[in-house]
């Protein structure tokens, strides 16, 4: 019920409470930007499949990128307002918006938007989750741009040497795979199993108390890691430069 959007959604903003106001602009906004969302993620994943292999220039691909950015941060938004939303309620929340909106896509082609609006919430759910356990040990969080969020930015967390971008995997193979692709970057996996999750969108305080150790844990690792590897390039610059 939490998550019924109806006609009447533009009339209740200027007759509800704020918080019910705040609750159907989100839905709007959400609304109005997963248009853009699908039509990106269908472009996407037709690029990759391209047998011809003509593929995207690097402006498409960044714009459909930005597309699937800013739907995410819209979808974020409520998802914020909301903290008894679970991962089911949301999928069938947008889910439902679109098959409202397209209504004539073929059943192969709502099975892989559907795929895709769920892995697009268990990244935000990621997201979230490690944000909440910086939080309780102590760290600053900040939320990133639209386009800091392109560069794989998921939060900016204050350490001793200032504000650095971190990027959170629920998926250890996926943060490792960053970590090779992109060694320069703070890649950490958020340590909660499956069964904890379970269909939650955040940790409760408990389950946040019980897994921040391990949380730690990981950000030391990945901490001495991202240090050795930035200590590592400015040796060889240093070098090069003597050289030069």
Same mark, same amino acid.
């Given at each position: 019920a939490a998550f019924a959007l109806t006609a009447m959604t533009l009339v209740e903003?200027?007759?509800?409470?704020?918080g019910n106001r705040t609750h159907c602009a989100d839905q709007l906004h959400v609304a109005a930007t997963l248009p853009d969302y699908i039509r990106a993620q269908n472009n996407l994943t037709s690029a990759q499949t $391209?047998? #011809?292999?003509?593929?995207?220039?690097?402006?498409?691909?960044?714009? #459909? !990128?930005? &597309?699937?950015? !800013?739907f %995410?941060?819209?979808?974020?938004?409520?998802?914020? %307002? &909301?903290?008894? @939303?679970? /991962? %089911?309620e949301v999928t069938? /929340? !947008? #889910?439902?918006?679109?098959?409202?909106?397209?209504?004539?896509?073929?059943?192969?082609?709502?099975?892989?938007?559907?795929?895709d609006i769920e892995m697009t919430l268990n990244g935000i759910r990621?997201?979230?989750?490690?944000?909440?356990?910086l939080e309780y040990l102590g760290y600053d969080t900040e939320r990133p741009t639209v386009e800091d969020d392109m560069r794989g930015i998921d939060r900016h967390v204050y350490f001793e040497?200032?504000?650095?971008?971190?990027? /959170?995997?629920? $998926? *250890?193979?996926m943060a490792e795979k960053k970590r090779l692709k992109r060694p320069g970057s703070l890649t950490l996996t958020v340590p909660v199993p499956d069964d904890v999750i379970g269909?939650?969108?955040?940790? $409760?305080?408990?389950? !946040?108390?019980?897994?921040? *150790?391990?949380f730690a844990t990981e950000l030391a690792r990945e901490w001495q890691r991202y240090s050795a590897y930035k200590a590592r390039i400015e @040796?060889?610059?240093?070098?090069?430069? @003597?050289q030069g």
């Open positions: 903003l200027g007759t509800t409470t704020e $391209d047998e #011809y292999g003509y593929g995207l220039t690097t402006e498409e691909r960044r714009a #459909y !990128v930005r &597309d699937t950015v !800013v %995410n941060h819209a979808l974020e938004s409520l998802i914020d %307002n &909301d903290s008894g @939303a679970t /991962f %089911n069938k /929340f !947008v #889910y439902g918006m679109y098959t409202q909106l397209l209504p004539r896509d073929t059943p192969e082609q709502r099975q892989a938007i559907k795929k990621g997201e979230i989750i490690g944000e909440q356990l040497d200032g504000w650095k971008g971190v990027d /959170f995997k629920i $998926d *250890p193979k269909t939650k969108l955040r940790l $409760d305080s408990k389950d !946040v108390a019980t897994y921040a *150790p391990y @040796a060889e610059r240093a070098t090069h430069g @003597a």
